[in-house]
């Protein structure tokens, strides 16, 4: 299945990215923990070289524990500060306090050093569409802040939010663009929904999700749906789900899309579990002994 579909703006994103950081000294990215490959793109490796870097784990509440540690650990080998974040709930966000000033010490030491005392870290959220940017910023922001702009040194017009005496963010988060020349990540992008329904065959997306939760999540599917037999092919499964559910068309026939819409949105919500859906290559991934779900 190959998903084309590209917001034209994009070049303009990147060009009024390429602006915005030079102003800061730290990028936040955040990633979609189910998919933390195809949901975002190495090209803000290229624009933010140089810069702190922190990559958060968003939506962790609805990806694996034990993979969202893999992860952790992946990011982390690669020279990123790492946190896990649910930016609806809030959970985890506290640390990032703390993970910022982490990330930015030889910056506050390089700033000591020459008598600069009290400037406090500059950073901007950026991320692929869909990701939680917005409610990041609301979460982390908080109403307690303040905005602040037009200062003396930051370009005119940005509104910075003062989050405390330490840290300043760029109001507006910079958006980054999904690669969809790889047929695989606009797929992943759709099966968790960052990409509107209406241009895919959900019956298709169905299938595909069947056939990664029957490899990598044994039972899942049997626990929910009754009388699936999990060692049939994909499209078999799916009737067998809307057998499960009675999901029928008029005549009596079973309704596929129905029941693919009906186990999409189930995945999606979270009712099937806690699930990731893509995994670091094997030599990357360092799992410690014993760990599970
Ligand atoms: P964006 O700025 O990057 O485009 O993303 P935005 O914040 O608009 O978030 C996109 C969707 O993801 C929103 O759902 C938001 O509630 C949800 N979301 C963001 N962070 C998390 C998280 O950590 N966990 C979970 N479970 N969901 C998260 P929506 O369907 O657009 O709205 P709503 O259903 O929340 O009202």
């Known amino acids: 299945m190959n998903i084309q579909w590209y917001p034209g703006h994009m070049t303009k994103a990147k060009r009024a990215m390429q602006e915005d950081i030079k102003l800061i000294d730290l990028v936040i990215e955040l990633v979609d923990a189910r998919i933390p490959f195809s949901s975002r793109n190495p090209d803000i490796d290229e624009l933010g070289k140089n810069k702190a870097r922190l990559i958060l784990l968003n939506k962790s ?64 959220v950026v991320g692929i569409p869909n990701v939680g940017k917005s409610t990041f910023i609301n979460t982390f922001a908080g109403k307690a802040c303040t905005k602040t702009g037009n200062k ?38 759709a099966l968790i929904g960052s990409i509107r329904d ?5 019956t298709e997306m169905a299938c595909e999700l069947i056939g990664i939760l029957t490899e990598h999540y044994s039972g899942v599917i049997k ?20 057998k499960s559910r009675a999901c029928l068309l008029k005549g009596g026939e079973y ?19 806690r699930i990731t859906l893509e995994f670091p290559k094997e030599e990357d991934s360092v799992q410690k002994k014993g760990e599970s779900d």
């Open 223 to 242: 626990e929910r749906y009754e009388g699936v037999d999990e060692t049939k092919k994909a499209a078999e499964i799916l009737y067998d789900i809307a």
């Open 152 to 189: 003396p040194g930051v370009t005119k017009g940005k509104q910075w939010i003062r989050l405390n005496k330490n840290v300043e963010l760029l109001d507006t988060p910079g958006i980054l663009w999904p690669k969809f020349e790889d047929p695989t990540v606009g797929l992943r992008l």
């Open 255 to 273: 309704d596929f899309d129905k029941a693919a819409a009906l186990f999409m949105e189930e995945f999606r919500s979270g009712k099937l579990g």
């Open 198 to 202: 209406e241009i895919l065959n959900i």
């Open 61 to 124: 509440d609805l990806a694996s524990e034990k993979y969202n540690a893999v992860w952790e650990n992946y990011f982390q080998k690669k020279g990123c500060y790492v946190v896990k974040v649910n930016s609806k709930s809030g959970a985890g966000v506290k640390n990032v306090h703390t993970v910022i000033q982490e990330a930015c010490k030889e910056k506050i030491e390089r700033d000591r050093r020459r008598g600069i005392l009290n400037r406090p870290v500059r950073a901007m």
